[in-house]
């Protein structure tokens, strides 16, 4: 048996190189991951390296901002719209008038608990408490002072001075307290206690700084906002001069008075209507150019006439009167004149009002009063020392209100007339 023969295997070149190609495939393919490797190692310590280096780096300090910079900025508020310009109106001021102001009592009553001296005491603010508000609220007070002042005893006529008035220097307080801005002098009681009466009664008015008026005297005042008042001031006899005074309104009017005022002492004791020579005087002074006319002594109210336009306010009565603890007409009243203004500086009467008051707050006891004096029965102890000196408005439509505008209007009824003071004279023996 024969043994056959082994074929042998032989490897071609073509296979050869397909083995040569695959290795240096392998091998390049090693080298390009090897580079990959490589490169994503370098990246990754320089990233841990840049981490380190933020940690060892020092922690910066906070940056603190000021209230301003931290808080936010403010939306800005719009402009508003402007307002129109008001158009310029007129101006209208107040000028008040009242009666006689008599600041004491008479020697002889001085020391009584209820007279005048005691019972304001040094509370100079007492007997204007109810009424201040009208003189210091308007632009200028005028009143009819009527008694002296002095710190020494004096002397006067007792054969001629019925009712003599020396009051404490200090009472001119109560004038400056009530807001009164011009008082008269020119009245029957200037020269009580003669000259030597007039000239310190002068000095206390002078060092207080209260303007004051005598006898056929002419002059201007000027107002807090600029009112050229020109004042002239009669009567010392009751009658006052109707030339001097007709050239005295004149002369206020070409020194530049805007509203010349004549202030009067005049008439008779409680009558209720002027007298011939009353109404003459102011007709005339009214024609010669006279804005306002004002009157004191009657110790009552009298009708209120308007003259070719011009007011005439012929008695205001009693104010503040230390005269008598029971004044025999109760009524007063505040008058307060309307002054206009205009754009081109024209200044012009406007018209007036009334505020009728009592001359004590104890209105019950002035309507007992009143009511005696009209003939009604009335018990004494009703009105007795009625007038505490703190003069007081009556209430609107009340009793005493209707029957003060009575007197001012000219329909009060008088069931008697003028002063009797025999009773009073009688009590001296």
Same mark, same amino acid.
């Given at each position: 048996?024969?043994? @056959? !023969?082994?074929? @042998?295997?032989?490897?071609?070149?073509?296979? *050869?190189?397909?083995?040569?190609?695959?290795?240096?495939?392998?091998?390049?393919?090693?080298?390009?991951?090897?580079?990959?490797?490589?490169?994503?190692?370098?990246?990754?310590?320089?990233? =841990? =390296?840049?981490?380190?280096?933020?940690?060892?780096?020092?922690?910066?300090?906070?940056?603190?901002?000021?209230? =301003?910079?931290?808080?936010?900025?403010?939306?800005?508020?719009?402009?508003?719209?402007?307002?129109?310009?008001? #158009?310029?109106?007129?101006?209208?001021?107040?000028?008040?008038?009242?009666?006689?102001?008599?600041?004491?009592?008479?020697?002889?009553?001085?020391?009584?608990?209820?007279?005048?001296?005691?019972?304001?005491?040094?509370?100079?603010?007492?007997?204007?408490?109810?009424?201040?508000?009208?003189?210091?609220?308007?632009?200028?007070?005028?009143?009819?002072?009527?008694?002296?002042? /002095?710190?020494?005893?004096?002397?006067?006529?007792?054969?001629?001075?019925?009712?003599?008035?020396?009051?404490?220097?200090?009472?001119?307080?109560?004038?400056?307290?009530?807001?009164?801005?011009?008082?008269?002098?020119?009245?029957?009681?200037? !020269?009580?206690?003669?000259?030597?009466?007039?000239?310190?009664?002068?000095?206390?008015?002078?060092?207080?700084?209260?303007?004051?008026?005598?006898?056929?005297?002419?002059?201007?005042?000027?107002? @807090?906002?600029?009112? !050229?008042?020109?004042?002239?001031?009669?009567?010392?006899?009751?009658?006052?001069?109707?030339?001097?005074?007709?050239?005295?309104? !004149?002369?206020?009017?070409?020194?530049?008075?805007?509203?010349?005022?004549?202030?009067?002492?005049?008439?008779?004791?409680?009558?209720?209507?002027?007298?011939?020579?009353?109404?003459?005087?102011?007709? =005339?002074?009214?024609?010669?150019?006279?804005?306002?006319?004002?009157?004191?002594?009657?110790?009552?109210?009298?009708?209120?006439?308007?003259?070719?336009?011009?007011?005439?306010?012929?008695?205001?009565?009693?104010?503040?009167?230390?005269?008598?603890?029971?004044?025999?007409?109760?009524?007063?009243?505040?008058?307060?004149?309307?002054?206009?203004?205009?754009?081109?500086?024209?200044?012009?009467?406007?018209?007036?009002?009334? *505020?009728?008051?009592?001359?004590? /707050?104890?209105?019950?006891?002035?309507?007992?009063?009143?009511?005696?004096?009209?003939?009604?029965?009335?018990?004494?102890?009703?009105?007795?020392?009625?007038?505490?000196?703190?003069?007081?408005?009556?209430? #609107?439509?009340?009793?005493?209100? #209707?029957?003060?505008? /009575?007197?001012?209007?000219?329909?009060?009824?008088?069931? /008697?007339?003028?002063?009797?003071?025999?009773?009073?004279?009688?009590?001296?023996?």
């Amino acid at each position: 048996m024969k043994r @056959k !023969k082994r074929k @042998k295997n032989r490897i071609g070149f073509g296979t *050869i190189l397909l083995y040569v190609l695959e290795s240096v495939m392998l091998v390049i393919i090693g080298l390009m991951l090897l580079l990959v490797f490589r490169a994503r190692g370098k990246q990754a310590e320089e990233t =841990a =390296a840049y981490f380190r280096s933020l940690d060892a780096a020092p922690t910066p300090a906070p940056v603190l901002l000021s209230a =301003a910079e931290s808080t936010p900025s403010p939306v800005p508020t719009p402009e508003p719209t402007p307002e129109p310009t008001p #158009e310029p109106e007129p101006e209208f001021f107040k000028l008040s008038f009242i009666g006689d102001n008599t600041l004491w009592a008479t020697s002889q009553f001085v020391f009584n608990p209820i007279a005048l001296p005691l019972t304001v005491g040094d509370d100079y603010a007492y007997p204007y408490q109810n009424t201040v508000s009208y003189f210091t609220e308007d632009e200028y007070t005028l009143a009819n002072l009527e008694c002296s002042f /002095s710190d020494e005893k004096l002397a006067y006529d007792y054969t001629v001075v019925q009712f003599p008035f020396l009051a404490d220097p200090a009472y001119v307080n109560i004038l400056l307290d009530g807001g009164v801005d011009f008082v008269t002098m020119a009245n029957n009681h200037t !020269k009580d206690f003669f000259d030597t009466g007039v000239e310190h009664t002068q000095r206390v008015l002078d060092e207080a700084g209260l303007p004051y008026g005598y006898e056929n005297q002419g002059q201007i005042m000027t107002t @807090k906002n600029g009112l !050229k008042l020109g004042i002239w001031t009669a009567g010392n006899d009751l009658l006052p001069s109707k030339d001097k005074a007709v050239q005295g309104v !004149k002369d206020l009017r070409d020194q530049g008075a805007d509203i010349v005022i004549c202030m009067f002492h005049w008439g008779q004791e409680l009558y209720y209507s002027p007298n011939d020579n009353q109404t003459a005087l102011a007709h =005339a002074v009214a024609d010669a150019g006279a804005d306002i006319i004002y009157g004191t002594h009657p110790h009552c109210l009298q009708p209120i006439e308007v003259y070719n336009g011009v007011p005439i306010f012929y008695s205001l009565g009693n104010w503040v009167f230390g005269g008598n603890t029971q004044p025999s007409d109760p009524d007063t009243a505040i008058i307060q004149v309307t002054i206009k203004r205009d754009l081109d500086g024209t200044i012009s009467y406007e018209g007036f009002d009334c *505020i009728p008051c009592c001359v004590s /707050s104890n209105i019950s006891g002035g309507n007992a009063m009143a009511n005696y004096k009209a003939g009604k029965n009335v018990d004494y102890n009703a009105y007795a020392n009625y007038n505490n000196y703190c003069p007081t408005p009556y209430e #609107e439509d009340s009793e005493g209100y #209707e029957r003060a505008m /009575s007197k001012l209007t000219g329909s009060f009824q008088a069931r /008697s007339q003028g002063a009797d003071y025999s009773a009073y004279y009688a009590s001296w023996g």
